[in-house]
T-cell receptor, first 117, second 118 residues
Framework: DTEVTQTPKHLVMGMTNKKSLKCEQHMGHRAMYWYKQKAKKPPELMFVYSYEKLSINESVPSRFSPECPNSSLLNLHLHALQPEDSALYLCASSQDRDGSGRSYEQYFGPGTRLTVT | AQSVAQPEDQVNVAEGNPLTVKCTYS??????LFWYVQYPNRGLQFLLK??????LVKGSYGFEAEFNKSQTSFHLKKPSALVSDSALYFCAVRDIAPNNNAGNMLTFGGGTRLMVKP
């Protein structure tokens, strides 16, 4: 099973709302990622969790707050977003690198289409 | 920094003809290269990867890619295109994380839209 699930599929929120995006995988992967993707552009990395610890924050504004409750779940808490934050938010997971530094592919969820009004 | 470039925004090909989607890379050290496909309003799907070994890598849905070290290229190919192959294709390279405990970071190319016409 190489499935990463994301909920909700679509989300419309006002600039004063608080909402959360959820991501789940049951592949035993220990690295999980949040990406933001604008239309017809490549995904932009936001956060990386490795073994449930935040290891990379790509200078993302504090109105985005990630959380990794356990090795299978990844959340992205949203608060006071701006219209320019409207995008497709993708979650991905991968095995972490082994001792030889071998890289593993990332598996992506279907994404949450976020619209900020 | 590691980077990949996809020189074509769009590739048009007739169904049944061979297709090539181009990717060139710039890395320090050994390149770890990936191809992903994205259908409309969907996440990215992994197609194939080059880590080491044979320069011709076979992947999902009949796709293959050829690693060429002298030309620093990793072009995606398929012998006979299908209309259903029409999608957005991304080449990616493993990036160098600032620490050793940061998963497998990827840097993506700008993407190439493949249009296969009947």
């Amino acid at each position: 099973d190489t499935e990463v699930t994301q909920t909700p599929k679509h989300l419309v929120m006002g600039m004063t709302n608080k909402k959360s995006l959820k991501c789940e995988q049951h592949m035993g992967h220990r690295a999980m990622y949040w990406y933001k993707q604008k239309a017809k552009k490549p995904p932009e990395l936001m956060f990386v969790y490795s073994y449930e610890k935040l290891s990379i924050n790509e200078s993302v504004p504090s109105r985005f707050s990630p959380e990794c409750p356990n090795s299978s779940l990844l959340n992205l808490h949203l608060h006071a977003l701006q219209p320019e934050d409207s995008a497709l938010y993708l979650c991905a997971s991968s095995q972490d690198r082994d001792g030889s530094g071998r890289s593993y592919e990332q598996y992506f969820g279907p994404g949450t289409r976020l619209t900020v009004t | 920094a590691q980077s990949v470039a996809q020189p074509e925004d769009q590739v048009n090909v007739a169904e049944g003809n061979p297709l090539t989607v181009k990717c060139t890379y710039s890395v320090s050290g050994n390149p770890y290269l990936f191809w992903y496909v994205q259908y409309p309003n969907r996440g990215l799907q992994f197609l194939l990867k080059y880590i080491t070994g044979d320069n011709l890598v076979k992947g999902s849905y009949g796709f293959e890619a050829e690693f060429n070290k002298s030309q620093t290229s990793f072009h995606l190919k398929k012998p006979s295109a299908l209309v259903s192959d029409s999608a957005l294709y991304f080449c990616a390279v493993r990036d160098i994380a600032p620490n050793n405990n940061a998963g497998n970071m990827l840097t993506f190319g700008g993407g190439t839209r493949l249009m296969v016409k009947p």
